[in-house]
C-alpha cells in the first residue's frame, strides 16, 4: 500500500480565508492527501538535520513532508521567511522560495519581465547617495515620477513626484530610512483603473478590476480604491500569464494598466499571495473561488505524486 502523502499549509483565516481553507482540506483529502493545517514557521525551529514545528499539540518535521503552501501575506516575518528558504531546499513549496522572493521585491520582479518581454512602466534604479542629483535629472525628463520602497505591499511608501516641491518633500524620507536602493517609475498615464488577473498553474483564474478612490491615483484597496466586476481580453490574459511564468510563480495575482499614451497594457506588478474574493466581494459578483480552489488542489496532487 502507498505511503499516504502529506502537506503543510499556511493561509490567511481573515476575509473569508478560513472557509477557503476548509474547502481545500476537504478536496485533497478526497485525493488521499492530508493537510497540517495552520503551520506557522514563525513557531519552527531548527535542530541539526530538521525543522521541526512542536506547538499546539503538533511534532512534526516539517523537511519530511511532501511540501508546504505557505499562503498569508498579512502574517510574515522575517524569520518565518527565513525558514521558507531553508525548508525549500529540501521540499517543493507553493510558490518556491524564489518565487515568492522576485515577486516580493518590484525592482527585481521589473527587471526580469522587461527581460522576458513584458512591458512594464519604465524604471530606474540608483544608490541612495545619488538620489537627490539622480532624481532631478529624471524629473526633468519624465515629468512625473512615481518613488516605491523595493518591498512592501499595498501600496504603502509610495510617493508620486510631479515637481521639485514633491522631490523635496520625499527626500527627508530617503535619508532617514535605512534603505540604500532607491527605485522609481515614470508615471503613467491611465484611466485610474487596473485588471487584477488571477493564474494558477499557467492557466486563468479571474479577473477583476480596482478603481482608484476620489482624487487618489492608487487602486489599491487598502489605499481606498475599489473592486468592480471587470472582463478581460484574450491580449489581458496573455500578458498576465506570460509575467506569471517569467518569474515562475504557480500562483500570482497580475495587476496591470493601459498606458493610454503607448496604447499598450503594462504590468504594474505581480503579487505571489493574491487574495481569493472575499464574502464580500462575491455578492457583486466574483465567483472564480471555486475554481481557484480546484487549480490548487489539482497543482499540489501534481507537485505531491510519487515517482513511480
Same mark, same amino acid.
Given at each position: 500500500m502507498a505511503e499516504k502523502r502529506k502537506i503543510g499549509m499556511w493561509l490567511y483565516k481573515n476575509g473569508g480565508g478560513e472557509a477557503i481553507g476548509k474547502k481545500i482540506i476537504k478536496?485533497?483529502?478526497?485525493?488521499?492527501?492530508?493537510?497540517? =493545517? +495552520?503551520?506557522?514557521? @514563525?513557531?519552527?525551529?531548527?535542530? *541539526?538535520?530538521?525543522?521541526? %514545528?512542536?506547538?499546539k499539540n503538533k511534532d512534526i518535521k516539517l523537511?519530511?513532508? =511532501? !511540501?508546504?503552501f505557505s499562503y498569508n501575506a498579512g502574517?510574515?516575518?522575517? %524569520?518565518?521567511?527565513?525558514?521558507y528558504q531553508a525548508l525549500n531546499r529540501i521540499? &517543493?513549496?507553493i510558490n518556491s522560495y524564489n518565487s515568492f522572493a522576485l515577486t516580493e521585491d518590484k525592482f527585481h520582479t521589473s527587471f526580469v519581465l522587461r527581460n522576458a518581454g513584458v512591458n512594464? /512602466?519604465?524604471? @530606474?534604479?540608483?544608490? @541612495? +547617495?545619488? /538620489?537627490?542629483?539622480?532624481?532631478?535629472?529624471? !524629473?526633468?525628463k519624465w515629468k512625473g515620477m512615481v518613488y516605491k520602497p523595493t518591498n512592501g505591499w499595498g501600496g504603502a511608501g509610495l510617493s508620486k513626484?510631479?515637481? /521639485? +516641491?514633491?522631490?523635496r518633500a520625499l527626500m527627508p524620507t530617503l535619508n532617514q530610512s535605512n534603505i540604500r536602493e532607491v527605485f522609481v517609475e515614470k508615471f503613467i498615464k491611465y484611466d485610474n483603473t487596473d485588471f487584477r488577473v488571477d493564474i494558477v498553474d499557467g492557466k486563468f483564474v479571474g479577473c477583476y478590476g480596482r478603481k482608484a478612490g476620489g482624487d487618489d491615483w492608487r487602486t489599491n484597496i487598502t489605499s481606498g480604491g475599489s473592486v468592480f466586476m471587470r472582463e478581460p481580453n484574450d491580449k489581458i490574459?496573455?500578458?498576465a500569464t506570460k509575467a506569471a511564468k517569467a518569474c515562475g510563480a504557480d500562483i500570482a495575482g497580475i495587476d496591470i494598466i493601459y498606458d493610454q499614451?503607448?496604447?499598450?497594457? #503594462? #504590468?504594474?506588478?505581480? *503579487?505571489?499571495? &493574491?487574495?481569493? /474574493?472575499? &464574502?464580500?466581494q462575491e455578492k457583486i459578483g466574483l465567483n472564480f473561488n471555486d475554481k481557484k480552489i480546484d487549480l490548487i488542489v489539482d497543482l499540489i496532487d501534481k507537485k505531491t505524486k510519487k515517482q513511480k
Open positions: 478536496k485533497l483529502k478526497e485525493r488521499d492527501i492530508k493537510v497540517v =493545517d +495552520d503551520i506557522n514557521l @514563525r513557531d519552527a525551529t531548527a535542530k *541539526n538535520s530538521n525543522i521541526w %514545528y512542536e506547538h523537511n519530511e513532508l =511532501d !511540501l508546504f502574517e510574515q516575518t522575517i %524569520y518565518q521567511t527565513y525558514l521540499i &517543493p513549496m512594464t /512602466a519604465d524604471y @530606474r534604479l540608483f544608490h @541612495r +547617495d545619488e /538620489a537627490h542629483i539622480e532624481l532631478q535629472k529624471i !524629473l526633468k513626484i510631479e515637481d /521639485a +516641491d514633491s522631490l490574459i496573455e500578458v499614451e503607448k496604447e499598450e497594457y #503594462v #504590468v504594474l506588478e505581480v *503579487n505571489g499571495i &493574491p487574495a481569493f /474574493a472575499t &464574502p464580500e
